[in-house]
């Protein structure tokens, strides 16, 4: 059973050990002069007109949730429909329910006025 | 080809499906209708547990069952906690709603969340796999984790909520990482494929004893189980006194339901593997709840010790493995139920004056209203275990399983730790009782408290007598195990 | 309900009333509640008699509930009816009824009366409880409670300093044979895991038992004898016998329904009822019949000699009572249950006669106790006079009255038995009909013939009201006829199944072939006692002190009831007080004050840390779930 996941494994080494060997290698070889235009954050080209770490309005966490619900519902959507013909009608009911149950999400933060940015 | 769609007996899951039905009517309602309609939802809600304990009860007699391909159980123990786990809705539910209408708590979604909170307890008692476990687990804890932050003007809900939310994700990952390891070790998430999976292995794989110790750990969060236990002093303080009420009584009917199914359905051929691990966990829950309450001066506060104390009564009735010990926990599970509405019930009739919540502020209720001085201290002496009352009874069958078990240092240990224990229930009594009233206790107490106070003084007090009939049905719930 | 159950139940029906809503009912209603709850069982009684004694019904047994059941564990409450039952329970809720009433006279100026109701009732509950119970815990439960009741009675009038030591004295005396006692019904159930009179009694019959046990640093005993003599222990307690009987004098401390109700007519007879009940073990065991019959016979004879030169007219009864009992003892030790259960009942009746009656004068004499300050009431008080002297009668063994009947019964019984032990108590038993006699006549000549000694209340004595009188004269009836009517108990198996003789324990059988001398030889005892009584008191009533003032050291002794509280102080009571002390200054102020304090303190502290573990961050929070996660990763796999 465990051996199957060996390639698993061996990938996850290769994977690091590139990352390691390759920041090493920069953090050693690489020549280091640093001077306040270098080391200041890039921000195309002119002057940085405030801090980097805004806080993000909180509406964008709220539409990211709704984005990943209905995310998921695409994710269930997908190998259902791979498995349509073979499920059938039951197949077809669940997934009905399973909609109406995101329907009735959809109609509530609709109502609540979640979907709109004012 | 076509598939073999696993059979699917929905009579079963009828409670589940009419409470999911009517979370979802109650959401739209809420959306839709004004402030006026408060009161229907919050009557409706009420209704609707009635009604799945209605459909429960008139579900035929429970001959084991299993369902979706054997992840939906339907047997003795599930209809007991089922049970348990309505009353243990329904009765916070009852006493919180003036609560609720006085700190504009009492919008739908209130109840709409607690509802389906219920539910996914309901799909925990019932799992028969780690799927639906964890399914039943989340749906649970999400609802409950935005019910504490409920209160979103009060710093101190919203931090609750907010800490609750973040360990809780972190507890779930430890299950889920759990639940993948046994997984990989077994093939299976269904509980009785994996203990055949077990049963059959020449030899107990490492990667599975480590799925399991951390599934552990994952449902140890649950029940506040020492060190797993930090979260819960400051969300029962922090989170409004109705959804305290709440989230000390059902979410640990379930994790402790989850305990069972977990331990004693997947994994029973590990006992050597668990037991000394949850008698540890025991201990140190038993050191912390009883230890941890003597410094507090929010009656909150220590409530929250004083139910870790008594999940470590159950995590011992838990590890003794025998019938004597699943018997104990599923009895001291439904008396602490009413122990701790009871006194969560006094808390909000004589929170609801202003008077904070501090222990202090219950100096000489005794003079003012012998009534209510005389029920908490009936709830403090049935917590601390002093006989007659329910408490006694349910701590001592633990300590009997647990002699009869050979785990007599354990028995000891725990003794002691109820002594240490019943120092700070007491403590409260004298307060009440002997200290000088600063406060003028003039509140009225509605009839939806007095009827939650009346259901749970006469069951603490009755139970203390007579406890046979209980112990009974609480024997007939774990027949079914081992 | 069953019928049988309310009777059981009507009393404590009547007592939760008038405890809970006795401010509510007042005096008057308050006592009419119990009364109404005690004649209810009192009339389902006397039908009971009817049907189980009288009509020769069967016995009845019938499951209550069940307390607890769960898996083998099973405590259930039950009902047992058989004759011995229904003897016990006719004379307990008739002479509970009767004494209810009386109360309500007696008790009429004192303002707790709701409470005072309320406990007598409480008090019958319990009783009848012990009498109908079908296991030895139903029995100890009866036995405890009332127990308690008498221990609330006598303390009734909580302010008077004596009544609450003479409370306290009660209870703990009683304490020790209950000790005894429960020792007893522990070792039954060990042996037969099971506390069910009729497998007790089927297992003990059978011989389905270990023959022998160890009792705690003792060796192999032999189990019978073990569990009867502790059993025989609470017995000695709770009827006052030899050794434990200092607490009865001076429970005459509560008001005087009280002494005639508990300390004489039921409570005190619970030892007796006990050892019948467990007559299938008690045959079973010789040394423990022996032990019975000499106890029973040195209380019959001890408590007489005391009761010889006591004054205060309550306590000259009280010794009386213990005497009594010790009679019905030794009759049971000499397996003559029968005639204890009859003697048991007749004394209900005259013994309740006398202290009612007692009670009557001290009324009628504003509170005076005292025998010397009365005197020449005859006059005053007649009805008090005709019924005390019929209960005196019936007690002294008087042709054709109660006593004459029961109490010759139990000495041809033990003169039957023919063994050491019975001739002993035969013999006691004899001398103690003569000072029986002595006293009672003493007491009825001090106290009603004579010249008045105390003037002023002898002008204010008046008799008592009717309804203080409607029961003395009941009560007078039964004292009259009770003898006639019931000696048909004494005739071999009228108890059924009830009582239980082991082959050749035949006392009773041969009782009623004893040759005439020694049937009248208690008569003729009676007529020495009562001349001996009318020389000192009538004829020559000087003659008492000149006897008094030459054995000065006799008179002392028997005054003092053979020094046994002066005794009990020294041995017991001073040294406890001492180590009690001790114990308090140094053991506990010191040594468990500074554990307790310290454990106190540590835990004060431990609970402090872990408080200070307790910051409120929630990454210190899931850090420290992180470290147990790895704790017990490392740890368990």
Not at chain 2, 233 to 253: C, H, L, N, Q, W
Not at chain 3, 211 to 220: E, H, I, K, M, S
Not at chain 3, 290 to 301: D, L, M, P, Y
Not at chain 3, 428 to 442: D, E, K, N
Request: with cysteine.
């Amino acid at each position: 059973m465990l051996e199957n996941y060996f390639p698993i494994l061996l990938l996850l080494a290769v994977a690091l050990a590139t990352a390691v060997v390759m920041m090493a290698g920069s953090f050693l070889v690489g020549p280091k002069r640093n001077y306040a235009e270098k080391v200041a954050q890039y921000e195309c080209g002119f002057a940085p007109l405030s801090r980097v770490r805004l806080p993000f309005d909180v509406r964008f966490y709220l539409l990211s949730i709704l984005f990943v619900v209905f995310d998921i519902e695409a994710a269930f959507l997908f190998p259902w429909a791979v498995a349509f013909k073979d499920i059938g009608l039951t197949g077809l009911v669940e997934m009905l329910l399973f909609l109406m149950v995101l329907l009735v999400g959809y109609a509530y933060i609709w109502k609540k006025g979640a979907l709109e940015w004012e | 080809m076509a598939v073999q769609l696993p059979e699917m007996n929905l009579v079963l899951l009828s409670p589940e499906i009419l409470l999911s039905l009517v979370a979802m009517g109650l959401l739209l309602m809420s959306a839709w209708s004004g402030k006026e309609s408060r009161g229907l939802i919050g009557t409706m809600a009420l209704s609707g547990i009635v009604l799945a304990a209605v459909v429960l009860a008139g579900l035929s007699s429970a001959t084991p069952s299993a369902t979706m391909g054997g992840h939906f159980i339907d047997d003795r123990l599930a209809r007991a906690m089922k049970w348990l786990l309505l009353i243990a809705t329904a009765l916070p539910l009852l006493m919180s709603r003036e609560y609720l209408n006085q700190h504009g708590l009492d919008s739908g979604e209130y109840y709409v969340l607690t509802i389906t909170s219920l539910i996914g307890a309901m799909a925990m008692v019932s799992a028969g796999s780690f799927l639906l476990l964890y399914l039943g687990l989340e749906l649970m804890s999400l609802s409950i984790y935005v019910l504490a932050a409920y209160q979103r003007d009060q710093l101190q809900s919203t931090e609750a909520g907010l800490k609750y939310f973040i360990l809780g994700s972190l507890a779930s990952g430890i299950l889920l990482y759990g639940t993948s390891l046994v997984y990989g070790a077994t093939g299976t998430t269904l509980f009785t494929a994996v203990a055949n999976a077990i049963k059959t292995a020449e030899h107990v794989s490492p990667v599975l004893v480590l799925g399991a110790v951390l599934v552990i750990i994952g449902i140890s969060f649950k029940v506040a189980a020492a060190p797993f236990h930090m979260w819960a002093p400051d969300v029962y303080e922090g989170a409004p006194t109705s959804v305290t009420a709440f989230i000390a009584v059902m979410p640990k009917v379930a994790a402790f339901t989850a305990f069972f199914r977990v331990l004693l359905e997947a994994f029973s051929a590990l006992h050597v593997h668990w037991a000394p691990m949850l008698q540890l966990l025991a201990v140190l829950t038993l050191a912390v709840g009883s230890l941890g309450a003597i410094a507090q001066s929010n009656i909150k506060r220590l409530l929250a010790y004083s139910s870790i104390g008594h999940v470590g009564f159950l995590l011992i009735g838990l590890t003794t493995g025998s019938q004597l010990g699943h018997q104990s926990v599923v009895f001291y599970l439904a008396n602490y139920i009413f122990m701790s509405v009871g006194a969560f019930c006094l808390v909000l009739v004589l929170n609801r004056q202003g008077i904070g919540d501090q222990i202090s502020d219950y100096a000489g209720l005794a003079k003012k209203r012998p009534l209510l001085a005389f029920l908490m201290s009936m709830f403090m002496f049935s917590m601390a275990g002093i006989p007659p009352l329910a408490g006694f009874i349910a701590k001592l069958y633990v300590l009997m399983a647990a002699v009869k078990a050979g785990l007599l240092t354990l028995a000891v240990i725990s003794v002691i730790f109820a002594a240490i224990g019943a120092f700070y229930y007491l403590r409260i009594v004298k307060i009440i009782y002997f200290d000088v009233a600063e406060q003028p206790f003039d509140m009225e107490v509605s009839l939806s408290h007095q009827i939650v106070l009346a259901i749970s003084a006469l069951i603490v007090l009755v139970v203390g007598i007579f406890p046979g009939k209980l112990l009974d049905w609480s024997l007939a719930s774990v027949q079914s195990l081992l | 309900m069953s019928k049988y159950l309310l009777i059981v139940l009507a009393p404590l029906f009547g007592s939760m009333i008038a405890g809970f809503f006795g401010r509510l009912l007042g005096n008057r209603l308050a006592s009419l509640v119990t009364i109404a709850g005690m004649s209810v069982s009192a009339l389902l009684a006397i039908i009971t008699f009817f049907e189980i004694a009288v009509g020769n019904g069967d016995p009845v047994r019938q499951e209550v509930w069940s307390w607890i059941v769960s898996g083998e564990f099973r405590v259930s409450f039950g009902l047992l009816i058989d004759r011995l039952t229904a003897v016990m329970l006719i004379v307990v809720s008739g002479i509970s009824t009767l004494i209810h009433i009386y109360s309500m006279g007696y008790m009429a100026e004192d303002p707790d009366q709701p409470r005072f109701f309320s406990y007598l009732s409480l008090f019958t509950f319990a009783m009848l409880m012990l009498v109908t119970g079908d296991s030895f815990l139903q029995l100890f439960f009866g036995w405890e409670g009332v127990g308690l009741a008498s221990y609330l009675l006598i303390g009734f009038w909580f302010k008077k300093e004596s009544a609450c030591n003479a409370a306290i004295k009660a209870f703990l005396v009683n304490r020790v044979g209950d000790f005894g006692f429960a020792l007893g019904i522990f070792t039954i159930y060990q042996v037969f895991h099971t506390l069910d009179y009729a497998t007790v009694f089927r297992m003990a019959g059978t011989g389905q038992y270990p023959q022998t046990v160890d009792f705690l640093f003792w060796g192999p005993v032999h189990t019978m004898t073990l569990i009867c003599l502790l059993l025989f222990i609470g017995a000695m307690g709770k009827s006052a016998q030899f050794i434990l009987h200092t607490w009865l004098p001076d429970a005459m401390e509560g008001p005087t329904p009280v002494s005639a109700l508990i300390h004489a007519a039921t409570m005190v007879t619970a030892g007796v009822f006990m050892v019948c009940r467990a007559s299938p073990l008690f045959e079973l065991s010789e040394t423990a019949l022996t032990v019975v019959t000499v106890i029973g016979a040195i209380t019959a004879f001890f408590a007489a000699t005391v009761g010889l030169v006591q004054n205060d007219i309550k306590r000259v009864i009280a010794y009386s009572t213990c005497s009594q009992l010790g009679y019905m003892f030794f009759a049971a030790g000499v397996s003559a249950y029968s005639a204890a259960i009859f003697h048991l009942m007749t004394h209900a009746f005259f013994k309740a006669l006398l202290f009612l009656s007692a009670g009557a004068v001290i009324h009628s004499m504003h509170h005076e106790q005292d025998m010397r300050k009365m005197g020449g009431l005859r006059k005053k008080i007649p009805i008090t006079y005709t019924v005390m002297m019929i209960g005196t009668l019936a007690l002294t063994g008087f042709p054709f009255l109660a006593g004459f009947y029961s109490k010759d019964a139990i000495l041809e019984a033990a003169y039957a038995a023919h063994s050491t032990a019975g001739t002993f108590a035969w013999t006691l038993g004899m001398i103690g009909a003569v000072l029986t006699t002595f006293y009672s006549f003493r007491l009825i000549f001090m106290t009603f013939h004579g010249r008045p000694a105390d003037h002023h209340s002898y002008d204010h004595a008046h008799e008592s009201p009717w309804v203080m009188l409607g029961p003395l004269m009941v009560l007078a009836v039964g004292a009259l006829f009770a003898g006639m009517l019931g000696e048909s108990m004494t005739h071999l198996g009228w108890f059924k199944s009830a009582i239980f003789l082991a082959p050749g324990h035949d006392a009773m059988e041969h009782a009623h072939h004893v040759s005439a001398w020694v049937k009248w030889s208690p008569f003729l005892m009676f007529l020495i006692g009562l001349g001996m009584a009318w020389l000192l008191y009538v004829r020559m009533p000087e003659l008492p002190g000149i006897i008094a003032g030459h054995y000065r050291a006799t008179h002392r002794f028997l005054l003092n009831a053979w020094y046994f509280d002066r005794l009990y102080d020294r041995l017991f009571v001073q040294p406890a007080k001492l180590i009690g002390e001790g114990l308090w200054l140094t053991g506990d102020a010191k040594i468990v004050d500074g554990c307790v304090n310290g454990v106190a303190n540590l835990c004060q502290r431990w609970a402090e840390q872990l408080r200070s573990l307790q910051t409120g961050y929630v990454y210190h929070y899931a850090f420290a779930m992180l470290i147990g996660v790895l704790v017990l990763m490392s740890l368990y796999t």
